[in-house]
């Protein structure tokens, strides 16, 4: 039993953990990856806890939780192929806690980076779930969507549940690096977009000046 572990976890994290052991921790990340506001800093690193204090294997903690990972993105994967851009942003205007910016931001990374966003957003918290989106709208073909996130998603997944199972009964303060973590990927990203402009804007100009 995982019960009576902290107040950071929600309640029915807990419960789908306790009635059905790794199965639970993959519906859980699944849930996650439909519903971005979803704690998977609280879920992963929780998780590994519960494999560290026997109520599930490791290998299989890390197994499910990257099935749920590919179960949620391929959902959403769908709904851009199925509903296109317009009709997506209009539905996720109408969800709470759901921002239409924060899909409009990565559909421009993705614009931007093509297939690698794909693998590396699943690292980084903004754009974790959403990149499964404009995939879908673009229709990036399935078996290197898929390949993509089950890479990414392992990676990412592995790092927190076996930070929780290290961590023990200390596995909350997996969220404080979390923290920090995401400034650092935002500065980063913003500092990169920032670089882009600066060098396009050096190229354009001499452009610019010898039109005129």
């Known amino acids: 039993m995982i019960e009576s572990i902290g107040n950071t976890a929600p309640g029915w994290i807990i419960d789908l953990m306790d009635a059905l052991g790794a199965p639970g921790a993959g519906l859980a990340i699944a849930a996650e990856n439909l519903f971005p506001p979803l704690p998977s800093e609280v879920i992963l690193p929780l998780t590994g806890f519960a494999a560290g204090r026997g109520s599930m294997h490791l ?5 499910w939780t990257t099935l749920g990972s ?20 209009a539905i996720a205007s109408k969800l709470p806690l759901v921002k239409v910016s924060d899909i409009e931001k990565t559909e421009r990374w993705f614009q931007r980076h093509g297939t690698k966003a794909v693998f590396f957003g699943r690292m980084i ?27 990414g998603s392992l990676i990412w997944n592995t790092i927190f549940v076996l930070a929780g199972y290290l961590l023990g009964e200390r596995w909350e303060e997996v969220t404080g690096f979390v923290d920090v973590y995401s400034k650092a990927v935002l500065a980063a990203a913003a500092l990169a977009v920032a670089a882009f402009v600066s060098v396009w804007v050096s190229r354009r100009g001499p452009g610019i000046r010898r039109r005129g």
């Open 125 to 151: 918290p903004l754009f974790r779930s959403l990149i499964s989106i404009p995939a879908g709208i673009e229709r990036m073909p399935i078996p290197v969507f898929l390949a993509l996130t089950t890479l």
């Open 59 to 63: 290998a299989s903690a890390l197994a």
């Open 70 to 89: 590919m179960t949620g993105a391929l959902a959403l994967y769908g709904v851009g192929a199925l509903l296109g851009r317009e009709r997506t942003v």
